[in-house]
């Protein structure tokens, strides 16, 4: 098929997906988009990267600094969520309320910002990262939070999925890349390299496996017999996008987050000892690894060698430069200066980040961002169980998107900077009341109900009618 033609089909296949998404949710507010053009744009290219791609100048960007285009459209973004949740009313007490580990990690971030070589780099990283609870309040608060959520994912997927394909099998220039590890050439699709392909690939897996768990509950056949072919897909989508990455990590991740969704959906798996059931299966894994081994087998079956494509040995350089255990160098600090250019004469492919996200939090944020980040895992774990006695369904979708995250981060780093897989853990992380959401816009505002003819009776069960004031 030539590539203009491939180019006016796939157009043609998101506008519809579009046209029937808008079609089905009429009453949804504006401000969704807000969280879509981020999810887009974080989890494909900057505005500078996308300029830069087509040929337009735009300036280099620094290490320190990035770009300004992104800098100004990032914080327009932000300041855009900032005035949805004014609009809707939404209070920062009752946020750090509900989510105290996560207001904690938060602060100490921002504290840590004080003892940073680059103050005022951290600072603008900082704000940037207020992205991420933003763009989850815009949609936890909205006054469909299931809807939102769903209409977010499904939108970013419209856009990334199909033009990520678009990319790789005709317009290969721009779709594909070389592995900065091996130097091999990868297919990459609309994003900046196979990884960042990977875990877009990995979370909108995650969102179509518990789109086709959830799709029993809606009426017609006809409707539920549609939601079934677009899952089918987009999941088709996502194993030729995961099979063209060769994201082994990001593939082991939607199996691990599918199968906790399906497992915990099951009526004989207590939800109330869900803790107890990991603690056996986590002292079960180390004792098959610590009698008969199994994880070089495991790494081997992935196509994978025991040193993580040379990741352990980079974990081993960033450790050794560290001079700052318990408090770090500082909020988003480590990969600048001195450290960096070190790492850099020795690793020729520039690594920007240690690759695991739990090693990435030490050496930014040292012992205590450590401990802070355990707790943060901890408290979301037990929001997501007690979610699945309220509501199964978006209780099992937190759980899964959890573990896929924990898992995730061994190989790379997402917990921190402006990353998709880091606002996926905040919508997942936040819990907050719906009874206090108010509506930003008319659009939102729920159908007010029709209001009843004045009557002189009181009715109460089991009573007869009376005269108003009166019971029988």
């Not at 046209?19 to 969704?32: C, E």
């Not at 920062?92 to 921002?110: K, M, P």
């Not at 939090?361 to 007690?386: P, S």
């Amino acid at each position: 098929m030539p590539p203009p033609v491939a180019l006016v089909l796939t157009f043609v296949f998101v506008g519809a997906l579009f046209w029937r998404d808008s079609r089905r949710n009429q009453n949804s507010g504006r401000a969704i988009w807000i969280p879509v053009i981020w999810f887009f744009v974080v989890g494909s290219k900057f505005i500078s990267q996308w300029l830069t791609l087509f040929g337009i100048p735009v300036g280099a960007a620094s290490q320190e600094d990035g770009s300004p285009i992104d800098a100004v459209f990032f914080f327009g973004l932000i300041i855009a969520g900032v005035v949805v949740l004014v609009r809707r009313k939404i209070s920062v007490a009752e946020f750090a309320r509900n989510n105290v580990w996560l207001t904690v990690f938060i602060v100490y971030g921002f504290l840590a910002i004080t003892w940073s070589d680059f103050p005022f780099v951290a600072f603008k990283r900082w704000i940037k990262t207020l992205g991420h609870p933003i763009m989850a309040l815009v949609v936890l608060t909205d006054p469909d939070r299931i809807g939102a959520l769903r209409r977010v994912m499904s939108r970013s997927a419209f856009l990334m999925l199909p033009l990520s394909v678009l990319f790789i099998k005709y317009y290969p220039e721009y779709g594909r890349s070389f592995d900065a590890w091996t130097g091999a050439a990868t297919n990459s699709g609309i994003m900046n390299n196979k990884n960042e392909l990977g875990y877009a690939c990995m979370i909108f897996g995650l969102f179509f496996l518990w789109r086709t768990l959830s799709v029993y509950r809606i009426k017609p056949f006809s409707e539920m017999r549609n939601e079934l072919a677009i899952s089918g897909i987009f999941l088709w989508m996502v194993w030729w996008l995961l099979s063209m990455s060769d994201s082994a990590t990001s593939l082991s991740c939607v199996i691990l987050g599918g199968a906790t969704m399906t497992i915990v959906s099951s009526r004989i798996v207590s939800k109330r000892f869900l803790g107890t059931y990991i603690l056996l299966g986590l002292a079960l894994a180390i004792t098959l690894q610590m009698s008969i081994g199994g994880y070089d087998d495991v790494l081997k079956a992935l196509g994978r060698n025991s040193t993580l494509t040379d990741r352990t040995a980079v974990w081993t350089d960033v450790i050794a430069l560290d001079d700052s255990p318990i408090l770090g160098a500082g909020f988003e600090s480590f990969w600048l200066g001195e450290r960096l250019e070190r790492m850099w004469q020795k690793w020729w492919w520039h690594p920007i980040q240690a690759h695991n996200g739990y090693i990435e939090t030490y050496l930014n944020l040292g012992m205590v961002g450590e401990v802070l980040l355990v707790l943060l895992l901890l408290a979301t774990f037990r929001k997501a169980r007690d979610e699945l006695q309220r509501d199964l369904d978006f209780g099992r979708y937190r759980l899964g998107v959890l573990f896929a995250i924990i898992v995730y981060n061994y190989t790379e780093a997402t917990f921190k900077g402006v990353h998709l897989v880091w606002t996926l853990f905040y919508l997942i992380a936040i819990d907050h009341p719906l009874q206090s959401v108010v509506p930003s816009t008319i659009a939102e505002r729920p159908t007010a109900p029709p209001k009843l003819a004045p009557t002189r009776y009181t009715v109460l069960p089991g009573a007869a009618l009376a005269p108003k004031g009166r019971v029988v």
